[in-house]
């Protein structure tokens, strides 16, 4: 079985490779040609007897011969010519092309440089996407009772042209069908027995309505969605920074689906959500705020580009343009950015009067290589709640900031008088000295002090700012009959960490706030922030500022401890200098009297630095003044933390925002350098041209009610054409992204038109579009050949059977999660991607991640660089650009994901798991039969399964009965979830 799989994926053609459609030519190609080769190598002149103005020409080629060679772009001098490789002339000659002009000419010429076929303009009336929609009846069959109207357009086409539909599908494969189509999971065995039992007429109709109900629904058809507008969790640029809350706009588009949210209200939401939210009432619904502004995540996850998305911010909003013109409208508008559309009547005009739209709307920055922080996201509550709640924050964090000003005045006043110099030093890198052994160190020994006054140790960086972590030992001896003693060490660690919020501390004695820790830079501040555990060492504590230098370290250990390149004693007391000062350890007599100082610095981190200085004085009492700086500051950092916490915590949306309205000047030939005149901001002239009105902000608002107007002949037909593609394979238009001139016309015109008035008339209710058209014979027939119709229609355009399609990327690892048992059902929220403070991510080392889960692939993080390896497998969408239809390719190494990954082991084993607890290996096999295919086996399965099984056992090296049964099945389930039966829906 897996032998055939493997035949049939080496036979089977591959997709269209890149550049191989006329859009990419358009997009990509002609401009390049046009704005850098054809200036010297066209019909005016022709340099090297070379012309670049037609495919003829690059076949002929010049002087040096053809420049191309279709699909060989290592052969063809165009493209060696602008990679500037050196064996050829390096051209253009005066400037290289962007690497993605390069790129495109080279993925151009391997797809076969296709050059589009020149049309005759075609006016709008002539062409019927623009026509308005025709009142469109189904015509009944005479003695044809109960016939569906879907069915009277269907049939009517097969009567013409001498084809006949085929018989039914059988209950088993109908259930299958529909199932997959609504929720894209498979039914359940129960759910399967539930429809085979019910034989009323309304049996299928009631099935129908359970799975539009279900939660399932809108993941299934959400996920459509968020194919078409090119959904990603990345930006795209050279680095392809993460969106941390793009999430949000995904499971906008679930929950609308679900909800069966009108699609014109679904449109508005979109494109101008944050201006329906600024307009909701005082009693509006709690979170619909939040839901309509999250929506207009169908603007803001447009792709970003370059180094500095900031500067090539028009290739989004050429991006935004291409994206509503195919998703909504069917239209390639994008195509009209340098010049006229080539094919369709839009004008260059009519791109830059949508350009001025969006150029007038503000767009969330998620963060690039130049500019590494994310900025400009929107917050998910009113603006008038949010605003008030800060400006009340920010005034309490300027209040004690003033307050904060105010003590420090009075502590300069205080220490305005320089203290007396007792002694001095330095030590050089590794060093260690006494303060006898520094300058003038006589008067140490009879230093007379006053209650209040402060002796006080400053230690210095020298000329590497603060490299070195120095030991200090400080004792203070009163001199007479007391004989009292305080000594840093033995004072301080006891409750240096006793409670993680003082500054001071007490004495052995029971003096209150003897001890000091201080910043020496600039005006003397206390380390008031405490750090338990430093450097992640148990009983290593720190008090330190702002930074993490400058700080005081002690080791409450009985035993040294060593962190990073520093070894500290046990029960020890050091500090480490800052960059750009100091660390103060000042004892505040709390006596009058007389006292000695005898005490130490070494330096214990001696593998770098170059030492330090120190000095020891003796100057007014400033414990006062010290209190008050230090609650002052605490009152400070509180205040600031709220208002930044609150920041914080309000949760935002990758969504857009209102800009500075302006109408947006034309770019030459698509070059934002090159200006042309302003275009007033308005419709497409082929859809009625309508200006935005004055005092309309960017115009976003009125575009919706110009795309969901129903005299517009596009939005309906478009989405009904979507709906249409997904129950049947192809659309009634098979280019769902292009009914213009370019594309498929209608195999049913009439059809199309009256299940489009039917949409709007239904109030655009997506799951009536749905029930309309599952319930009709059509979409039941069966999947069945037939020899006769398929001579006659050999594509099925006239849909006289349904055709048999392969699961999707995402109902393929969804299905095997279901049958598995292993699929978690619960939405799943944010993606765990690295803190943005961590973001360094560049063009050489971009953003790349997978983050796996079992629950449905809709939630999977979706990257724009680096696609997900299983989606990018299995054909799943291009987050680059709209995908309209997926490709399905037959490849090797699809079957080899079947026979040889760790995902599909390990649900095999997880479903044997489930298997192996029944009793006998038949009514296993019914199980597993029934779960993958909906249906129980047949006695030709039955041997099968019972010998490879007997057989797996037997031939099994090791492990105990039961585990050799498991793994036995285990290997037959990995057969079954490769079949054809299991990944094909009939």
Not at 321 to 346: E, F, N, Q
Not at 713 to 719: D, I, K, S
Not at 792 to 814: K, Y
Not at 904 to 917: D, E, F, G, I, Q
């Amino acid at each position: 079985m897996l032998t055939l799989l493997i035949s049939a994926a080496l036979l089977a053609p591959a997709a269209p490779p890149p550049g191989a459609d006329d859009a990419f030519f358009e997009a990509k190609v002609r401009p390049v040609l046009v704005e850098r080769c054809v200036r010297c190598h066209g019909p005016e002149k022709a340099s090297g007897e070379l012309r670049l103005d037609s495919r003829e020409a690059l076949l002929k080629g010049g002087e040096s011969g053809p420049a191309i060679v279709p699909g060989k772009p290592a052969e063809s001098l165009l493209v060696r010519a602008v990679k500037r490789e050196k064996s050829v002339t390096a051209m253009p000659a005066d400037k290289p092309l962007p690497p993605d002009a390069v790129a495109a000419l080279e993925a151009w010429v391997a797809a076969g440089a296709p050059w589009p076929v020149r049309t005759t303009p075609v006016k709008a009336a002539r062409h019927w996407a623009f026509e308005p929609m025709r009142d469109a009846r189904p015509s009944t069959i005479p003695g044809r009772v109960g016939q569906q109207p879907v069915d009277a357009f269907v049939e009517a086409k097969q009567r013409e042209a001498g084809v006949k539909p085929v018989a039914a599908a059988d209950k088993i494969a109908l259930v299958r069908r529909a199932t997959f189509d609504l929720t894209g999971l498979p039914p359940t065995p129960e759910e399967v027995e539930v429809f085979l039992k019910d034989t009323s007429p309304q049996a299928f109709g009631s099935l129908i309505d359970r799975l539009l109900a279900s939660p399932r629904y809108g993941e299934k058809w959400g996920r459509m969605w968020l194919d078409v507008v090119r959904y990603a969790d990345t930006a795209g640029e050279t680095a392809d920074y993460p969106v941390p809350d793009a999430w949000r706009y995904r499971d906008y588009v679930i929950q609308s689906f679900n909800a069966d949210k009108p699609y014109d209200q679904f449109l508005r939401e979109q494109l101008a959500g944050d201006i329906l939210a600024g307009r909701l009432p005082a009693d509006a619904p709690p979170g619909r705020y939040a839901e309509l502004v999250t929506a207009t995540g169908y603007l803001a996850v447009a792709r970003r580009f370059g180094f500095d998305p900031s500067k090539d911010h028009f290739l989004t909003l050429e991006d935004t343009i291409d994206t509503l013109g195919k998703s909504v409208l069917g239209l390639t508008i994008g195509c009209a950015r340098c010049h006229d559309h080539k094919y369709d009547p839009v004008s260059a005009a009519d791109y830059y009067a949508l350009y001025g739209i969006f150029e007038s709307t503000r767009y969330p920055a998620p963060g690039s290589e130049k500019d590494k922080a994310p900025k400009d996201m929107v917050p998910l509550v009113p603006p008038a709640a949010f605003e008030a709640k800060l400006r009340t924050l920010r005034a309490a964090a300027d209040a004690a900031e003033k307050d904060a000003k105010t003590a420090e005045d009075r502590f300069k006043q205080a220490t305005a008088k320089l203290p007396a110099v007792l002694t001095s030093g330095d030590i050089p890198n590794g060093g260690k000295q006494t303060f006898a052994e520094g300058k003038t160190a006589s008067a140490l020994k009879t230093v007379r002090v006053r209650k209040g006054e402060m002796l006080a140790l400053t230690v210095l960086p020298k000329a590497n700012h603060g490299a070195d972590t120095t030991l200090v030992e400080l004792e203070i001896s009163e001199q007479g009959d007391s004989n009292r003693v305080w000594n840093l060490t033995r004072d301080v660690l006891p409750d240096f960490h006793q409670n993680g919020s003082g500054f001071c501390h007490d004495d052995a004695l029971g003096n209150k706030a003897v001890w000091h820790f201080l910043d020496s830079a600039g005006t003397p501040r206390p380390l008031t922030t405490f750090v338990r555990d430093a450097a992640r060492v148990p009983g290593l504590h720190a008090w330190r500022g702002s930074e993490d230098t400058p700080s005081v370290l002690a080791n409450t250990n009985a035993q040294p401890v060593a962190f990073i390149t520093i070894k500290q004693p046990a029960k020890s007391v050091a500090v480490h200098p800052g960059q750009r000062g100091g660390v103060v350890v000042a004892w505040e007599s709390p006596i009058d009297g007389t006292v000695a100082v005898t005490g130490c610095v070494e330096d214990i981190d001696p593998t770098g630095g170059d030492g330090i200085a120190w000095t020891l004085t003796h100057g007014p009492g400033i414990g006062r003044e010290l209190t008050e700086l230090a609650e002052v500051g605490e009152r400070v950092a509180r205040a600031r933390r709220e208002r930044d916490e609150f920041a914080r915590t309000v949760p935002y949306a990758y969504a857009v925002a209102e800009g500075q309205p302006h109408d947006a000047q034309l770019h030459k030939r698509g070059d934002p350098e090159v200006r042309g005149n302003a275009v007033p901001r308005r419709f497409l002239t082929v859809l009625g041209g309508q200006p935005v009105p004055p005092n309309a902000g960017s115009g976003r608002l009125t575009l919706t009610d110009w795309l969901a107007d129903p005299k517009n002949p596009l939005t309906a037909r478009v989405m009904v054409n979507r709906v249409w593609q997904g129950h049947f394979g192809a659309g009634l238009v098979r280019t769902p992204n292009d009914f213009g001139t370019r594309g498929d016309p209608p195999t049913h015109p009439e059809l199309l038109d009256w299940l489009a008035s039917q949409f709007m008339h239904n109030g655009w209710s997506l799951k009536t579009l749905h029930k309309l058209i599952m319930l009709s014979d059509a979409y039941q027939r069966s999947s069945a050949f037939d020899e006769h119709n398929a001579k006659l229609d050999p594509g099925n355009r006239l849909l006289w059977r349904v055709d048999r399609r392969r699961l999707s990327a995402e109902e393929i690892r969804d299905a095997i999660l279901a049958v598995s048992g292993d699929l978690d059902l619960t939405p799943a929220g944010p993606h765990p991607f690295p803190d943005a403070k961590s973001w360094g991510y560049t063009q050489h080392n971009p953003f790349a991640a997978v983050y796996d889960h079992n629950k449905r692939s809709v939630y999977l993080m979706t990257q724009r660089i680096k696609r997900h390896p299983f989606l990018a497998l299995f054909d799943g969408p291009d987050p680059n650009t709209s995908t309209a239809a997926r490709q399905t390719t037959t490849v090797p190494t699809q079957a080899l994901f079947f026979l040889n990954d760790s995902f599909v082991h390990a649900r095999a084993a997880s479903l044997a798991k489930t298997l192996t607890t029944l009793p006998d290996g038949n009514t296993r096999l019914d199980r597993a039969c029934k779960l993958l295919y909906g249906r129980p086996p047949t006695d030709r399965e039955k041997a099968a399964a019972a010998r490879y099984v007997e057989t797996a056992v037997a031939d099994a090296k090791s492990g105990s009965p039961e585990e050799k049964r498991r793994a036995a099945w285990a290997g037959w389930t990995r057969v079954m979830l490769c079949t054809n039966e299991f990944l094909y829906v009939d």
